[in-house]
């Protein structure tokens, strides 16, 4: 029992400070195989640090940040937003993606699964304890059923059916099997609607770094967008979008990815005094080592829309011109001063959420309105009118494209969700894309250790 307590002292400490990589984690000799005992949770500084240790985690190298293993960057070049420079980025920008992929196993797979386990010990913590204020203890419940949610939302679309773990007792979850897309998705929205009611309206730090009732919110909106229950989406985002004294669409789009911007809804903040992982990655200073931006995109936008020259920049070598996403200008801090945060959930993805749950419902009128909003906002000042229902949904994937281009893998999960993802790949990818690569493959290290987790279709 003593070295039982010792293995959970050890895990409050690695992950209040954030400084664990996943095989270390994943290495603890003795899991975690009961609830954490009430005395680790014996006050609220040391529960919250259990919370904040994810955040910082999530906004340094890996799945969650920019950088080349990051959600954004591989679903970009999975779909038709980013090409690849480099051959270790070449399956995912190929489709052809190993099991035994490291970027696969290693971040997208294990680091999430490792916030999922924080998420479960914290909650199982939470239950325990008697020496945690009452609105502490409801505000760190929130935010664990937040980010074991958004967790999960990523599995889910990344790879599909995937073991639901709700547990810390490392017994059943080296057992657990894949779980449906219904069950995955139902737990989703049981995490949200119950961290919507335990969150504060306010943010709990003068900063937008830790999810408040509005992020729940927001995130529900968009998983009853990808359900297609299209009333629930509208309701859910427009919640959000009335909550006008706290966000706003920003007229100025040099701005909008600035910490604490006024159409941020959760943001991370870049750990260890460096700026985000996006900024360092994206921003071109010589010939890409790893990604660019395809030139054929470019056409899509309208001539004066100011995306086109405020959100994409360009590097030439001499002879080639090379562009690259730069709504994060900064790569390096000056006189160390920090200004913008990695943005998760923003105000204008709400506005295009309820564009599309209005338009799927037959309220074209409405959905323009939201439409015109955004386009306005990027210079396209004549407004969209008398659009049919086909016309209109067409023009919210048009904006959600040019809008969310390569944040946070919104173009792959669209193509996805919309079933477009082999008429407009297919074309662009060739012989290398089938129907089976939508879906990633489970990591070959998970097949090995769990023989209940199976394979997607399509991978060896």
Same mark, same amino acid.
């Given at each position: ?28 000799? *003795? ?6 005992? %009430? ?11 259990? +919370? ?6 999530? =906004? /340094? ?39 035994? !992929?490291?970027?696969? &196993? ?21 239950? /325990? ?42 017994? #059943?979850?080296?057992?657990? &099997? ?16 119950? *961290? ?77 005094? /460096? ?16 990604? /660019? ?18 959100? +994409? ?45 209005? %338009?799927?419902? &037959?309220?074209?009128?409405? *959905?323009? !309105? ?15 009118? &008398? ?9 919210? =994937? ?22 477009? %993802? ?15 690569? *939508? ?7 998970? #097949? ?13």
């Amino acid at each position: 029992m003593k070295n039982i307590k010792k293995q959970l002292v050890l895990f409050i400490l690695i992950i209040a400070s954030g400084n664990y990589s996943c095989k270390k984690f994943l290495k603890i000799d *003795a899991p975690i195989n009961a609830a954490t005992p %009430a005395e680790l949770f014996s006050n609220d500084a040391i529960a919250t640090s259990a +919370i904040t240790g994810i955040y910082s985690k999530m =906004a /340094s190298f890996g799945a969650f940040a920019g950088g080349q293993s990051s959600i954004s960057v591989l679903c970009g070049l999975s779909s038709d937003e980013l090409k690849s420079h480099s051959s270790t980025l070449d399956g995912f920008y190929k489709n052809e993606i190993l099991p035994s !992929e490291g970027k696969i &196993g290693l971040y997208l797979w294990a680091e999430t699964y490792n916030y999922i386990y924080i998420t479960n010990a914290t909650l199982a913590g939470l239950e /325990s304890s008697t020496g945690i204020s009452e609105i502490t203890k409801r505000q760190l419940e929130g935010e664990a059923k937040f980010v074991r949610a958004i967790s999960y939302f990523y599995l889910v679309n990344l790879f599909g059916e995937v073991p639901l773990n709700l547990s810390t007792d490392y017994r #059943i979850n080296e057992k657990n &099997g894949n779980s449906s897309k219904e069950l995955i998705y139902a737990q989703i929205v049981k995490d949200l609607t119950e *961290a919507e009611t335990l969150l504060q309206s306010e943010y709990v730090t003068i900063e937008r770094i830790r999810p408040n009732k509005w992020a729940a919110k927001a995130l529900l909106s968009r998983v009853y967008l990808y359900l297609e229950k299209w009333d629930l989406a509208a309701q859910k985002s427009a919640e959000v979008i009335d909550q006008t004294a706290m966000y706003s669409l920003l007229d100025n789009l040099d701005n909008v990815f600035l910490k604490n911007s006024q159409e941020a809804i959760w943001q991370l903040m870049p750990t260890q005094g /460096s700026n985000t992982q996006e900024g360092i990655f994206f921003n071109l200073i010589a010939t890409p080592s790893f990604v /660019s931006i395809p030139p054929d995109i470019l056409p899509k936008f309208d001539a004066s829309d100011l995306r086109k020259t405020k959100w +994409i920049n360009k590097y030439s070598d001499g002879s080639v011109d090379y562009y690259f996403p730069y709504k994060y200008k900064i790569r390096t801090t000056v006189n160390g001063q920090i200004s913008e945060y990695s943005m998760v959930i923003r105000l204008a993805e709400l506005f295009l959420i309820r564009a599309e749950a209005r %338009a799927q419902q &037959g309220q074209t009128s409405l *959905a323009l !309105e939201d439409l015109n909003k955004i386009r306005k906002r990027a210079g396209l000042l004549t407004p969209l009118i &008398g659009l049919d229902q086909a016309q209109c949904l067409s023009e919210v =994937a048009k904006q959600r494209r040019l809008e969310l281009f390569s944040e946070w893998g919104h173009r792959w999960f669209d193509l996805k969700r919309t079933k477009q %993802a082999a008429s407009v790949l297919a074309p662009l990818k060739g012989p290398t894309w089938q129907e089976t690569d *939508a879906l990633y493959p489970i990591p070959l290290d998970e #097949i090995n250790r769990n023989h209940n987790v199976k394979q997607n279709p399509g991978y060896n």
